[in-house]
């Protein structure tokens, strides 16, 4: 077992148990790269500051910069015996440089040092979910190009109710992903602020440079207060949650997806590289990733729990706890990381049978609106009309037709203000292309909304 940094109070060595079960370098070893760029930058300020010899402060940046390069080449691994990823690193300069390595902790603790590191890893994490949310809805806006003219049933209640796009279908989930960026990028910039220099809770008497340090590491500034510095990890919630809300619209989408590809629908093929089949019913064909990233959400929702649950009873400053914090938000991330990895792929390979929309579409009345907006745009008060075309739809269901199907003096004996052009008020391609509002469903519309998304990602 590695020797503590911390020994020299302690009389007796660790229980091995207690120090596999203290030990967090199998979650945190990750963040090397955070770690190793804050000692950089700690380094590089205390010799500015004059706290370290310049020569010390380049012999300990040196020696950092090539353990960076050895973890990255594989020429080093880490040491699970350690306590943490900053113990390991700290230890493994002083057996290459010797005492001077020793330095690299004045004026800080590791209370500050893992505030710094988790906030840059997830930093890092957090620009990578941006981009592959970008990834997927520019494949959203792609498909919703292509099928800006499909025609297909709007549902509510899962009842079929207004014609639609596919296209405008789609491009809903392109409005939810978009402000899921927006999410993103909000918890990355309160993220970005400095807590070294705040050390274990109270500051330091060494004349350091905190905005210093975080302009090295391109951070916005500083966290203003020691104590708020070192225990503040609302970032990792703001994330976790960030990424539940992602979660959300992924398991939405999955259910869509799923029930698209169902027989009762089949409105959508799934490509035979995102789906399985049944190990006894050969004509099986499974959404089993679409199903596994709804599954999936439930996950996330955990680690967010686990980190408001984790937080809500701690005082101020550094708990123990604390600790508790990477595994949650990290598997939140990888999670969500993974799910949009083959999320994108699997959308981007849907064939999408147009007519079996259509035929959808034809059937449960969904014109039955236009025909109340018909008589209205004649004179009939909405209401009076909503129940003449509800009277309508049950004489169509007694007789076994369609509102399309019935001639003209059926339309009369309901209300003479029916004339020839009701035929074209209730075609269904009429009724979803004609609605050219701001957001609606019409060709037009589509082609606004996918403009507009367009402009949001630049």
């Given at each position: ?13 660790l ?61 080093l ?9 900053h ?7 002083t ?9 690299l902790h ?21 620009k ?17 190009e ?8 709007g ?39 400095s807590?070294?220099?705040?050390c274990?809770?109270a ?7 905190r ?64 789906s399985t ?16 990233v ?27 706890d604390m ?11 990888d ?22 929309m ?26 009076t ?39 074209e008020?209730i ?8 609605r ?12 606004r ?10």
């Open positions: 077992m590695s020797e503590k940094m911390w020994a020299g109070r302690f009389k007796k060595q229980d091995s148990d207690v120090n596999d079960f203290n030990s967090s370098i199998r979650v945190d070893c990750r963040m090397y790269k955070s770690d190793i760029g804050g000692s950089i930058a700690h380094a590089s300020m205390l010799a500015t500051q004059g706290i370290i010899s310049k020569e010390d402060a380049k012999q300990i940046i040196k020696g950092l910069e090539e353990i960076l390069n050895d973890l990255e080449t594989g020429a691994s880490f040491d699970m015996t350690a306590e943490d990823i113990m390991f690193v700290e230890a493994e300069l057996k290459r440089i010797g005492d001077t390595g020793k330095k004045t004026a800080r603790s590791r209370n500050d040092q893992v505030a710094l590191d988790i906030r840059l890893h997830l930093l890092s994490e957090a990578e979910i941006t981009e592959l949310l970008k990834a997927l809805i520019e494949v959203i806006l792609e498909k919703a292509t099928y800006k003219a499909t025609v297909m049933p549902y509510t209640h899962l009842q079929r109710a207004q014609p639609i796009t596919f296209g405008h279908h789609l491009m809903a989930y392109a409005q939810m992903f978009l402000r899921d960026i927006s999410r993103v990028e909000d918890a990355a910039e309160r993220m970005n602020y807590p070294l220099g705040a274990a809770l500051g330091t008497t060494y004349p350091t440079d905005i210093a340090v975080a302009k090295a590491l391109g951070m916005n500034g500083i966290c203003e207060n020691s104590l708020d510095a070192v225990s503040d990890r609302d970032f990792a919630v703001e994330l976790a949650n960030a990424c539940s809300l992602i979660m959300m619209h992924l398991s939405r989408f999955s259910e869509e997806i799923i029930l698209w590809s169902s027989w009762e629908f089949k409105f959508i093929e799934l490509d035979d590289a995102y089949g049944s190990s006894i019913m050969p004509q099986k064909k499974n959404p089993d990733i679409a199903e596994l709804r599954g999936k959400t439930g996950r996330v929702y955990g680690d967010l729990i686990t980190l408001l649950t984790m937080l809500k009873g701690l005082p101020l400053a550094y708990n123990k600790q508790e914090d990477k595994e949650a938000v990290f598997d939140a991330v999670t969500v990381k993974t799910c949009l990895l083959i999320f994108v792929p699997m959308l981007n390979t849907v064939t999408v049978i147009k007519e079996n259509l035929a959808a579409a034809a059937k449960g009345f969904i014109n039955a609106t236009d025909v109340a907006d018909y008589l209205t745009k004649k004179g009939t008060p909405f209401r009309a909503y129940k003449i075309s509800g009277t309508l739809v049950a004489y169509c269901i007694d007789n076994g037709k369609t509102l399309e199907e019935l001639t003209l003096n059926e339309f009369k004996e309901f209300s003479p203000d029916f004339e020839k052009d009701i035929f008020a075609n269904l391609e009429n009724c979803t292309f004609k050219n509002s701001r957001g609606g469903t019409s060709v037009e519309s589509v082609e909304q996918i403009q507009f998304i367009k402009e949001q990602l630049k």
